[in-house]
């Protein structure tokens, strides 16, 4: 705004005037969730449904796809594009909440079919958990968490449970047999303060409660009368196979002297930071580790090698020996599959700018989890603009590689790994269309997401294309002979599997504690919002693939095999290999997912995820074995 207003004094007092008025008339500058709303006594507080979700399925289904009250009309707000491709439907509710107001209220009685009551049974059982938002903020079941030092600290799950299963511990209920939480206690928490009017919602607890109601004579919508309340724990609790339920819910108002703007704080708590520091303290050993290396290769043993070969006197003893000198004249010549390996380098950087702009934009705040679906919605989009990139780092690669087919590394670059992926999520989409859930995409989005790709990314990856293919390169430091040189026998360190094993596992353990974070929080349900954390661990996976991928590359090179490209690629790539991998022992430790459609889920988006880290590692890689090939050859003599 500052700048602003000193640009606008160079324009004049008339346009300073005019831009304060419209700062001051307009609400545009406000994102959703970021602009505080203070509400009077009296005044109605509107609780919207969202979803219902469970850690085990991962297919979320509508609110009112269960048997609950209903509005005498349903109206559904407006949903960004992430919010979509989540499954989240956000829609009106019963509840009539105002401002100050406790008191306990009957929301309706339904009476359930056969289908309805074992749609109801099976929900509960595969532990689902209902979705509210109210002020924005979403419904939580507050939890109190044990800290290392022994002190407690409130901390939020997100929703609250749909019902839960008899055992022989919970009074009143049979073994493994689904009960309902029909009862719910809103928990308002407000703030007030001398600097604004009226009071500010700060929290949103739900605390659920399974009550067999009971009632005197006839059931009366208008003005019925409980006998079961007030609320007692002799209650029995109530059947999900019951043929009739009773909605109540009551509501609780507490002052809280929590300020507005650190009222998501509960929310994105994620425990103990010692962890997130544990994991930048490991990989930060790991890249200690490899730039002694890194540095050794460089200053002591390339300055001997270049030493010895720019000697006069010791050119007729090198003849006859072995050194990375001797393939000078192969090292830069065009490997197999170069359109692949050009398009794979180019995708590589696509991904790689669209994180590190989706994680600055996140650090920066501009994606707070107030804006619901927002990081879905600016990744999606970055990846398409950054088209841009991937066509002119794959033309450039691919010029480098002496490349002729231009058309078609433009439709490989636009449509090979953003197909593949578009191709999994179609099929997989009819998997969760068969379900019901409310997670399948609806075909007008998934038309809308072709249209983005067709028109916007391949025209992009176009342009990037006609602009590295114009850009001028340098001469190369070597020329390549016409016959190429008979690659000798390799060591079995050298194999291409045990270089990739060694290549991949270093830069997948540097990351590995912030991947289970991440994996947590997608498969179970977390908020995740440690960016700051992420944004250095991503940083120092570049690093370590980089200086991995130098290491690897000497010693091939000393060995007389001068075909580096797809193995500087493929070393660190490997990393993704581990990444899935991982995600077999994740399955099998952490989660208890029920059904083969949410097996399949699981396993085909984690392929996705471990492709799409292969082709970011796998670049780095590349792209720091080119950079060390041409300094080192570029400093040597050749006749």
């Not at 008339?14 to 545009?28: I, K, N």
């Not at 270049?306 to 010791?314: D, F, P, Q, R």
């Not at 999606?380 to 690669?397: D, H, N, P």
């Not at 974070?517 to 693939?545: K, P």
Request: aromatic residues 14%; hydrophobic residues 45%; neutral net charge.
């Amino acid at each position: 705004l500052l700048l602003r207003l000193r640009q606008c004094k160079m324009i004049g007092l008339p346009a300073l005037s005019l831009l304060l008025l419209l700062l001051d008339a307009s609400t545009g500058f406000y994102l959703p969730g970021v602009a505080p709303r203070q509400y009077n006594d009296g005044d109605r507080v509107e609780i919207r449904v969202h979803k219902l979700s469970s850690p085990r399925t991962h297919l979320p289904y509508d609110y009112y796809s269960l048997p609950f009250c209903r509005p005498s009309e349903i109206v559904k707000q407006a949903e960004n594009l992430g919010e979509v491709l989540h499954g989240a439907v956000i829609q009106n509710s019963p509840y009539e909440i105002f401002m100050g107001k406790s008191e306990f209220r009957v929301a309706c009685r339904v009476e359930l079919s056969k289908l309805q009551r074992v749609s109801l049974s099976q929900r509960v059982r595969q532990e689902y958990r209902v979705h509210m938002i109210m002020d924005n903020m979403p419904a939580a079941t507050k939890m109190i968490a044990e800290m290392p030092d022994g002190s407690k600290k409130d901390m939020y799950d997100r929703g609250f449970r749909l019902g839960f299963m008899g055992s022989k511990d919970i009074p009143g209920t049979d073994p493994n047999k689904p009960y309902v939480n029909n009862h719910l206690r809103f928990i308002v928490k407000y703030h007030k303060s001398d600097t604004f009017e009226g009071a500010r919602i700060v929290g949103f607890e739900v605390e659920a409660y399974s009550v067999k109601h009971s009632w005197e004579g006839k059931w009366n919508e208008q003005e019925p009368k409980l006998t079961s309340v007030p609320l007692r724990p002799d209650l029995p609790p109530m059947p999900a196979w019951s043929g009739e339920i009773v909605y109540t819910y009551d509501v609780v108002w507490e002052h809280s002297d929590i300020a507005w703007a650190s009222r998501w704080d509960l929310y994105l708590y994620m425990g103990d930071d010692q962890v997130h520091w544990f994991s930048i303290l490991n990989s930060l050993v790991i890249v200690l580790l490899l730039s002694g290396i890194v540095a050794m290769i460089m200053v002591r043993t390339l300055r001997r090698d270049l030493a010895e070969y720019n000697s006069a006197e010791e050119k007729e003893e090198l003849l006859e020996e072995s050194g990375w000198k001797l393939v000078h004249a192969d090292v830069l010549r065009t490997p197999p599959n170069a359109t692949l390996l050009a398009t794979s380098v180019g995708t590589g950087m696509q991904l790689l700018c669209m994180t590190f702009i989706s994680i600055g934009c996140a650090m920066l705040g501009f994606l707070s989890p107030a804006n619901r679906g927002s990081m879905m919605t600016v990744t999606i989009l970055l990846f398409v603009l950054m088209g841009c990139v991937a066509g002119y780092c794959s033309a450039v690669t691919y010029k480098a590689f002496k490349g002729n087919k231009w058309k078609a590394l433009t439709l490989l670059t636009a449509f090979l790994y953003p197909g593949v992926t578009f191709g999994i999520f179609f099929i997989l989409n009819f998997f969760i269309w068969g379900q019901a859930s409310s997670g399948a995409v609806p075909f007008g989005t998934m038309f809308a997401l072709l249209c983005i790709w067709f028109l916007i990314s391949f025209p992009l990856v176009w342009v990037g294309v006609w602009l590295g293919y114009r850009r001028s390169l340098k001469d190369p430091p070597v020329k390549t002979n016409m016959v190429p040189r008979v690659i000798p026998s390799q060591a079995w360190y050298l194999h291409q599997l045990f270089t990739m094993v060694i290549g991949g596992v270093l830069p997948f353990g540097a990351v590995f504690i912030e991947l289970y974070f991440i994996m947590s929080s997608v498969w179970l349900q977390r908020f995740y919002y440690v960016f700051g954390f992420l944004a250095l661990v991503c940083l120092i996976l570049i690093i370590t693939c980089g200086e991995m991928a130098i290491v690897l590359c000497y010693f091939q090179l000393c060995n007389e095999n001068y075909m580096w490209q797809w193995r500087s690629f493929l070393n660190t790539g490997s990393a993704g290999i581990f990444l899935f991998g991982y995600s077999f022992v994740y399955f099998s430790s952490t989660l208890e997912i029920m059904g083969v459609v949410s097996t399949l889920l699981y396993f085909a988006y984690m392929f996705v995820f471990s492709m799409l880290f292969s082709l970011v590692t796998g670049t780095v890689g590349f792209i720091a074995s080119w950079w060390f090939v041409v300094q080192i050859y570029g400093a040597v003599k050749v006749d």
